[in-house]
């Protein structure tokens, strides 16, 4: 089966995968790639250049900027947010000229940032750039994760901190 | 009077009380409850089986989940998040289809969480599922709850921590 | 060059200034006030009375209330979250009529907030009312702002502390 585009939704990349769904109010721009049977709920915005996977879960009012790669079977839940510079300051500025236009108007450096096959983001949780969250790690709701995960490793807290591990299925695990 | 649905709102319910104000792109889903008096702000997703109470504030950007249940008068800040899945991974992995799919493809257990009469949760705060916040209790702004929240109380932080007792109109009490 | 405004947008504000890109699913109240040269990204709420300077970025899913006032240059990540409210209650209970309608309906104290010159806050952070995030501050992603943030700051955490200072690039500067 085709995809399903919600009438309200905004989708302006023809890279999309069967079977999934994009709903209403949501924005994906050109140049932008989702694999085969994702759901991708309201309100989400999704930047030229993403790669996500098959069968990835995006909930609402998440955004998901240009140097962000998303695997296969990730679960990001409702207002995560991604970032892809370390320093953020406003393009607009002419005192950051030097560090946002040198080459052209797009050419600054973003850190990237790789969610891992099967890893989930809980709701609300804040993903820095320029790391790794590991193979079906779990980062707990209103987390900001500020290092790499290791698979299957169970994070919580500001910054992040190690808390156990988890299954496949989310469950924590002994140590 | 009838309701105000703004026309750029998507409403699919028609169970919306008395003098609601339904704002700009936001997203009721079919088999929503929503009383008299509220005002639900411009992108606020709600899914299907959610009940609403009376005289409710939801500002912008919150999604409420099936299995979440606000009651009359609460408050709900911008950019809060809730949940209904204590351990969320993709329902589009087949490796999840036991959790997931067992009877059909909606039965899946969803942890319930109850809002309680005339709660306020402060911006950008984070709501575990299973849990209740009680009878006029306040979530400080950006706390992430993980547990019950008693009548009258104040919780901050992440984990939310016990801060001290409000009044109904949200004031500090001696404890 | 006349503000460029998407097609999606609801902009009902004519106080937009040149140069100024107004994104998508945006919505803007009349009474508002925008400076030149900003880029103002999609699902941005800004509310009636509010003023924004020039050459300032606003991404994703923010919401700016009446009582912020957003200087010049500055940049405001994703899902940040604004407050005007130091003790949220829902104006639709009877019982909170002496606090928001004593004189009209729209009468109510809000706590004024300012973001000065050049200065950034970070994904998802939170921005408590009635302070001031000063000059080229920065808050880190998550960060919850509870007291006025000084010149040049670096904060975060929740409730967000000091972490060191930086320069107007971004980049820490020695203490």
């Not at 995560?80 to 050419?107: G, K």
């Not at 790690?137 to 995960?149: F, K, L, N, Y």
């Amino acid at each position: 089966m085709p995809p399903y585009l919600h009438p309200q939704a905004l989708v302006e990349s023809e890279q999309i995968g069967d079977n999934t769904k994009i709903w209403a109010f949501t924005h994906i721009l050109p140049g932008v790639t989702i694999g085969e049977n994702c759901n991708i709920c309201d309100y989400v915005f999704i930047e030229s250049g993403v790669t996500i996977g098959k069968g990835v879960t995006i909930k609402t009012h998440v955004s998901v900027w240009t140097g962000v790669t998303i695997e296969d079977y990730c679960f990001i839940g409702p207002n995560v947010a991604f970032t892809n510079d370390l320093y953020p300051r406003s393009h607009r500025n002419p005192e950051m000229q030097e560090r946002y236009f040198t080459s052209d108007d797009d050419s600054w450096y973003r850190a990237p940032t790789l969610i891992a096959e099967g890893a989930s983001l809980g709701a609300n949780s804040t993903i820095l750039c320029g790391l790794t969250v590991g193979y079906y790690a779990m980062v707990a709701a209103g987390a900001v994760v500020t290092r790499d995960i290791k698979p299957f490793e169970l994070v919580g807290g500001v910054p992040a901190r190690h808390l156990g591990w988890v299954d496949k299925q989310g469950r924590k695990t002994l140590d």
